[in-house]
């Protein structure tokens, strides 16, 4: 039996999972299929920032557009230091394309001007 804390929203649900893979304590069955996947395959979204050229700001917030694989994470967080992007941006603009081989994009977060 393992246990995890659902963290697909703030009730965080306290949930066990048998060697079944079958779940209990899921308040919803985004607890169910969010267990499921952590055990088999994790993933997570990721959220930085990277350098921006412009006269307002220094630093662009960026998401993955999907989540990405866990193990993938660490990677994508250091190939995200070499990025600097010139402004304009804006909101969805692609920033990497493919980061970290895994067929997922990041993109902009926010609006920044020159
Ligand atoms: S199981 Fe549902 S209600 Fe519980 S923390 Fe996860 S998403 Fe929220």
């Known amino acids: ?10 009730r965080g649900c306290r949930l066990k999972v048998d060697d079944n893979l079958n779940v209990t ?29 412009s006269t307002l700001e220094r630093r662009l917030p960026v ?10 994470v660490f990677e994508a967080v250091r ?13 969805g603009d692609i920033v990497v394309r493919n980061i970290a081989q895994t067929g997922i994009n990041i993109i ?4 920044i001007e020159k």
């Not at 607890?31 to 990721?46: C, D, Q, S, W």
């Not at 190939?79 to 909101?91: F, G």
């Open 63 to 72: 998401k993955s557009s999907e989540p990405l694989p866990k193990e993938k």
């Open 79 to 91: 190939e995200l230091d070499e990025v600097n992007v010139e402004a304009p941006v804006h909101i």
């Open 1 to 10: 039996m393992r246990e995890l804390i659902c963290i697909n929203c703030p």
């Open 25 to 53: 304590g899921n308040f919803c069955p985004r607890g169910a299929i969010y267990a499921k996947n952590e055990l088999t395959h994790p993933v997570r979204t990721l959220t930085s920032t990277v350098k921006v050229q």
């Open 108 to 111: 902009a977060t926010k609006n």
